[in-house]
């Protein structure tokens, strides 16, 4: 069972995720009936019921829900999750991984909990009979747009595609008159464009999308969108009449495009790191960046018998604070300033430095 838990993780953490769903409908997968959230390297479909579980869970309602990831070769496991009001109960089916041990296996867990950054999420079982430390992670999302080298956007939009935001160009156009319109003072912030990056991948624009455009209706809206990912180009357009999940979804994420560009922030952030504690000494602190806490256990014991190099988390060296304040597994958030060393860990002296307050309970 140990074999297989590690063999679960390490699939959840190297899967590569995006992210969305169709609520209302009833799915099946290669076979697998009754499917809720589909989790594969081109995307995640069904986060809105992974979400709805959590919150039965917070408030005590029965609920069940069944997950199914994707290996890199393509085959199927099946993380089935039951929760009668006081107990949740995970159940691990990898019969149909043909390089697994095809063990069916159920564990029963005290809970649920989940960890959010601003380039991540994750939902884990705590208080498990196995597992690392009693954890098992059910699911994790990425959606860290530093691992991408190149993101943009073009946007038109209106009754007849008279306005367009370009990113890429820089370019901001309202009304018809293209001579009169056009500025080239459109900049987004990292932050802005982290969070776009978010909102495209928990849309899943990878996958197959039910979006359609030119209802004729005069009080809606026309939107043409155009996407920019390292070598790729992926194009939609759609009518606010359309009424869809997925319509529901590109519209939010353009409208949150459009205001962000009529409202700009000028002023350049701090940078601000969250992660877990690894080490207190020599008057420093090392954190890894944006991890969960199963992460940090498995982190905290396999970084001694490794480099930093062999992890795609980043690492800190903080300097500039009073250690004597933390510990190994304190949550922490720290504003950072001066310059950043290369490498693993980047040494960086530390502004400011918190606490989080832990989301795990025992």
């Known amino acids: 069972m140990k074999k297989w838990m590690a063999v679960l993780f390490v699939v959840l953490w190297g899967i590569q995720l995006t992210a969305c769903s169709h609520d209302t409908v009833v799915r099946s997968s290669k076979g697998i009936e009754d499917v809720d959230v589909i989790n594969q390297l081109r995307g995640i ?23 199914v990831h994707y290996t890199l070769e393509g085959d199927p496991i099946v993380t089935d999750l039951a929760y009668d009001g006081k107990k949740l109960q995970v159940t691990f089916d990898g019969s149909r991984d043909a390089f697994g041990d095809g063990e069916i296996h159920t564990i029963a867990c005290k809970g649920l909990f989940e960890e959010v950054y601003p380039v991540n999420r994750s939902y884990l079982a705590y208080g498990c009979e196995e597992g690392l430390s009693g954890m098992v992670e059910i699911l994790s999302i990425e959606y860290d747009l530093s691992r991408q080298d190149i993101f943009e956007f073009q946007l038109e939009y209106g009754k007849g595609l008279e306005n367009e935001l370009d990113t890429k160009l820089g370019i901001k156009k309202i009304g018809l008159d293209s001579n009169m319109a056009k500025t080239r003072d ?7 464009m982290q969070e776009l990056y978010k909102r495209l991948i928990l849309a899943n624009y990878l996958g197959e999308k039910d979006l359609k455009n030119r209802c004729h209706a005069e009080k809606d809206s026309e939107y043409y969108l155009k996407v920019y990912v390292n070598g790729g ?10 009424n869809s999940a997925d319509t529901t979804k590109f519209t939010e994420l353009a409208n949150y495009l459009i205001m962000q560009a009529d409202n700009p922030t000028s002023d350049i952030a701090e940078p601000v790191i969250q992660g877990y504690v690894l080490q207190v000494e ?3 602190l090392l954190v890894a960046e944006n991890i969960n806490q199963l992460e940090y256990q498995w982190i905290e014991e396999e970084i001694k018998k490794t480099d930093f190099d062999s992890y795609r988390k980043g690492f800190y060296q903080l300097e500039g604070m009073d250690p004597k304040e933390f510990k190994p597994g304190d ?3 720290a504003v950072l300033t001066g310059g950043q060393t290369e490498g693993k860990p980047r040494t960086v002296k530390v502004k400011d430095i918190r606490k989080l307050e832990s989301v795990w309970t025992e």
């Open 282 to 284: 020599n008057q420093t």
């Open 331 to 333: 949550k922490v958030l």
């Open 45 to 67: 479909d069904g986060i809105e019921k992974m979400e709805r579980f959590y919150s039965d869970f917070q408030n005590g309602k029965i609920a069940d829900l069944r997950i």
């Open 186 to 192: 459109l900049q987004l912030s990292s932050d802005v």
């Open 233 to 242: 180009e992926d194009e939609f357009a759609w009518s606010t009449c359309h």
